[in-house]
């Protein structure tokens, strides 16, 4: 195991390096930050996760994320007091804190959290997957700055874009992170008892908020009762929205996409109120022909996705025809986004 030192000595050459090099790569360079780079799904696991349900980069859309990779030794969390100081002075600030443990199981990384008081949301990543799928994001896999070090740091604008953060100085980070996010409502209104529901709203985990509202709009001071009120507004609206886009969709003919909206709705808002239509609708898009080849253009990403990955040329390009014509038959779709995503991962991993 290198040492710390070594290994920001390292990497002090390796943005040196780094410097040289983009006077090659400028145009490049150039169309990667019109494009911006995606950070890696998050695991769906409910095991790898601490202080937190799984998250999605959805919940996450319009705030800052501040991801620390770190292992659970005082060497690998050396730079953790920091990060931790700057999450508190940002408490109240639209940027979430996410730690990464790196080589570390879920039982390692509990005890060790326990010990310095850790209560953001923690990812246990004991292979080290997700680390490097983070490096892959961040289009180091020859260096290695995260998967390779002790420690690191990385956000996600509010605009899902993933970019290096600066680990010797996380302050700065959670500075440039905060560029265009903001929360939904502000919590500088919300009473301390409220709080947890408005947090559950503001990660859009509509089911985890559903009993904190009912609480709150029975319980407490009337000024916590109308906190709790207001929130529920916000969840309201959002359905509002959602059924909102859902009917405009099938009456584009845009059955598959309503289909989708509308199960998204069903599953995501149940026990608030939503309009009864909803389910039998749902039920008589099942039956168009655009839902059921939706159904089966879902089922052929995942053979497609095995077919990009086959040694066999005639095989991978048979597989790109496929997602190619999922892109053409669904567009502005899911299944259009996630075929269009294989076909470029794939392109791109080729050309290296």
Known sequence: ????????????????????????????????????????????DPSVWLNTSPLTWEQLSGKGVVLYYFSCDPEGAADLPKVIEAARTHAVDPVI??????????????????????????????????????????????????????TGVCYVTATGVIDEGDWEDPKSTFK???????????PKDI????????????????AEA????????????????????????????????????ARAADEQDRKWNAYRKIGRILDEFRGYDIPKDLE??????????????????????????????????VLRKKAEVQLEKIV????ESDLAKNARKLIDDSQQKSKK
Request: hydrophobic content about 40%; overall charge neutral; aromatic content about 6%.
């Open 1 to 44: 195991m290198p040492t710390l030192h070594l290994i920001r000595v390292r990497r002090l050459l390796m943005l040196c390096l780094s410097c040289v090099l983009s006077l090659f790569i400028i145009e490049r360079a150039f169309a990667e930050d019109a494009e911006g780079k995606s950070p890696p799904v998050w695991p769906t």
């Open 191 to 206: 009473p301390a008892p409220v709080l947890p529901a408005w947090r559950a709203v503001e990660l859009k985990k509509y």
């Open 328 to 331: 053409a038959d669904f567009p």
């Open 97 to 150: 804190l996410i730690g990464v443990t790196m080589g570390n199981t879920r039982q390692e990384t509990e005890a060790y959290l326990k010990t310095i008081g850790f209560q953001w949301p923690v990812l246990c990543d004991p292979v080290y997957s997700f680390t490097h799928l983070t490096d892959k994001a961040l289009e180091s896999e020859e260096s290695n700055l995260l998967s390779e070090c002790l």
């Open 176 to 186: 440039d992170v905060l560029e265009g996010a903001a929360w939904i409502t502000d």
């Open 280 to 313: 039998p609708l749902q039920k008589k898009l099942a039956k168009t022909s655009q839902v059921k080849q939706g159904l089966t253009a879902e089922k052929q990403l995942g053979i497609a996705a095995q077919g990009l990955k086959s040694p066999n040329a």
């Open 210 to 245: 559903l009993p904190l509202l009912k609480k709150g709009v029975n319980a407490g001071s009337n000024e916590q009762k109308e906190a709790a009120r207001q929130l529920q507004q916000v969840v309201l609206k959002e359905i509002e929205r959602l059924v909102g886009e």
